[in-house]
């Protein structure tokens, strides 16, 4: 066989594992993006790089444990074998949770009593909250607990935050709440923010979970939707190890019907919010930033994007 013939022959057997090689490339370049324009998660997605809750030693911090959410949240984890800690203002509250869960007691107004709280937490929940239109109040609470808690964070850690139903209609307590949503968003953290309906007004055969966006109910009654307190915990809980449930926002309520036994399919069907926004996606404009409060805006910006890879 002469050397013509032998690269002739060489060369046949080699292009089609170049074609290989390059179709092979070409479809993993193809699934590079992470969201399609309308926010939903693209199906060649990375899983190495979803932001889920670790579990090989997941510990969940439970913020505002001592609440009618707080509760359940902090028996969850428990349930589901997190190393989980009870954040509370008062230490004799320590009798409420279950025997194991360690109590941490901290001021969410004031940053500097939350560093052992944060410490080494892989996932966070918040279930905190005040009612009403306080200035003060509102402020320190709905969003100044975020802002504290996230603010002594030294390394990432999964976020749950509840806030309600009705936010995005413009009050004093709500438009903190909302503030509180923004900084989340911003910190550049994994989360999901979810707007229950009101607490327990469900009938018993309303246990079928539905997910909205947009937050469209602002009638101020049940009217808005209903959901069980216990149905509350467990999708903030079971947010944090869910991939599909990252960068959502979204109204959680009850309708007629058996509870759904696998929480996946919901969080999937749901876009997410639009990247590097402050608002959940179709959330109104109503909340101009031009407008916000200098000190709100400072804060944004110092959080912004803190811990992106």
Known sequence: MNRYTINLLLTF????????????????????????????????RDPEKEKIMSTDKPVVLVVG????????????????????????????????????????????????TLHEAVDGVTGIVFTHGIGGNDPKGAEQVNYGAVRNVLSVL???????LMTAVGVTKPSVGHDWKRRGERYVRASGLPYTIVRPGWFDY??????????????????????DGVVARAQIARVLVASLTSPAANRKTFEL????????TDLEPLFSALPADPADGYDGIQDRDNLPLAKEPATVVRDLDAIHGRFKD
Do not use: C
Request: glycine share 12%; aromatic share 4%; proline share 6%.
């Open 13 to 44: 057997l080699l292009i089609p594992s170049m074609l290989s090689g390059t179709a092979i490339a070409g479809s993993q370049q193809s699934q590079t993006a992470v969201q399609s324009k309308d926010g939903r998660a693209d199906i060649g």
């Open 154 to 160: 030294k390394a990432p850690a999964r976020i749950a």
């Open 65 to 112: 444990a001592s609440g009618s959410i707080g509760r359940p949240a902090v028996a969850e984890a428990f349930r589901l074998g997190y190393e989980t800690r009870a954040l509370v203002r008062d230490p004799a509250q320590a009798g409420l949770f279950p025997d194991g869960v360690q109590v941490v007691v901290g001021d969410l107004t004031r940053a500097e």
């Open 202 to 223: 469900n009938a018993p055969d309303q246990q079928r979970l539905v997910l909205r966006q947009g937050d469209t109910h602002w009638a101020g009654s049940p009217s």
């Open 253 to 260: 309520v009850a309708e007629r019907g058996a509870a759904q």
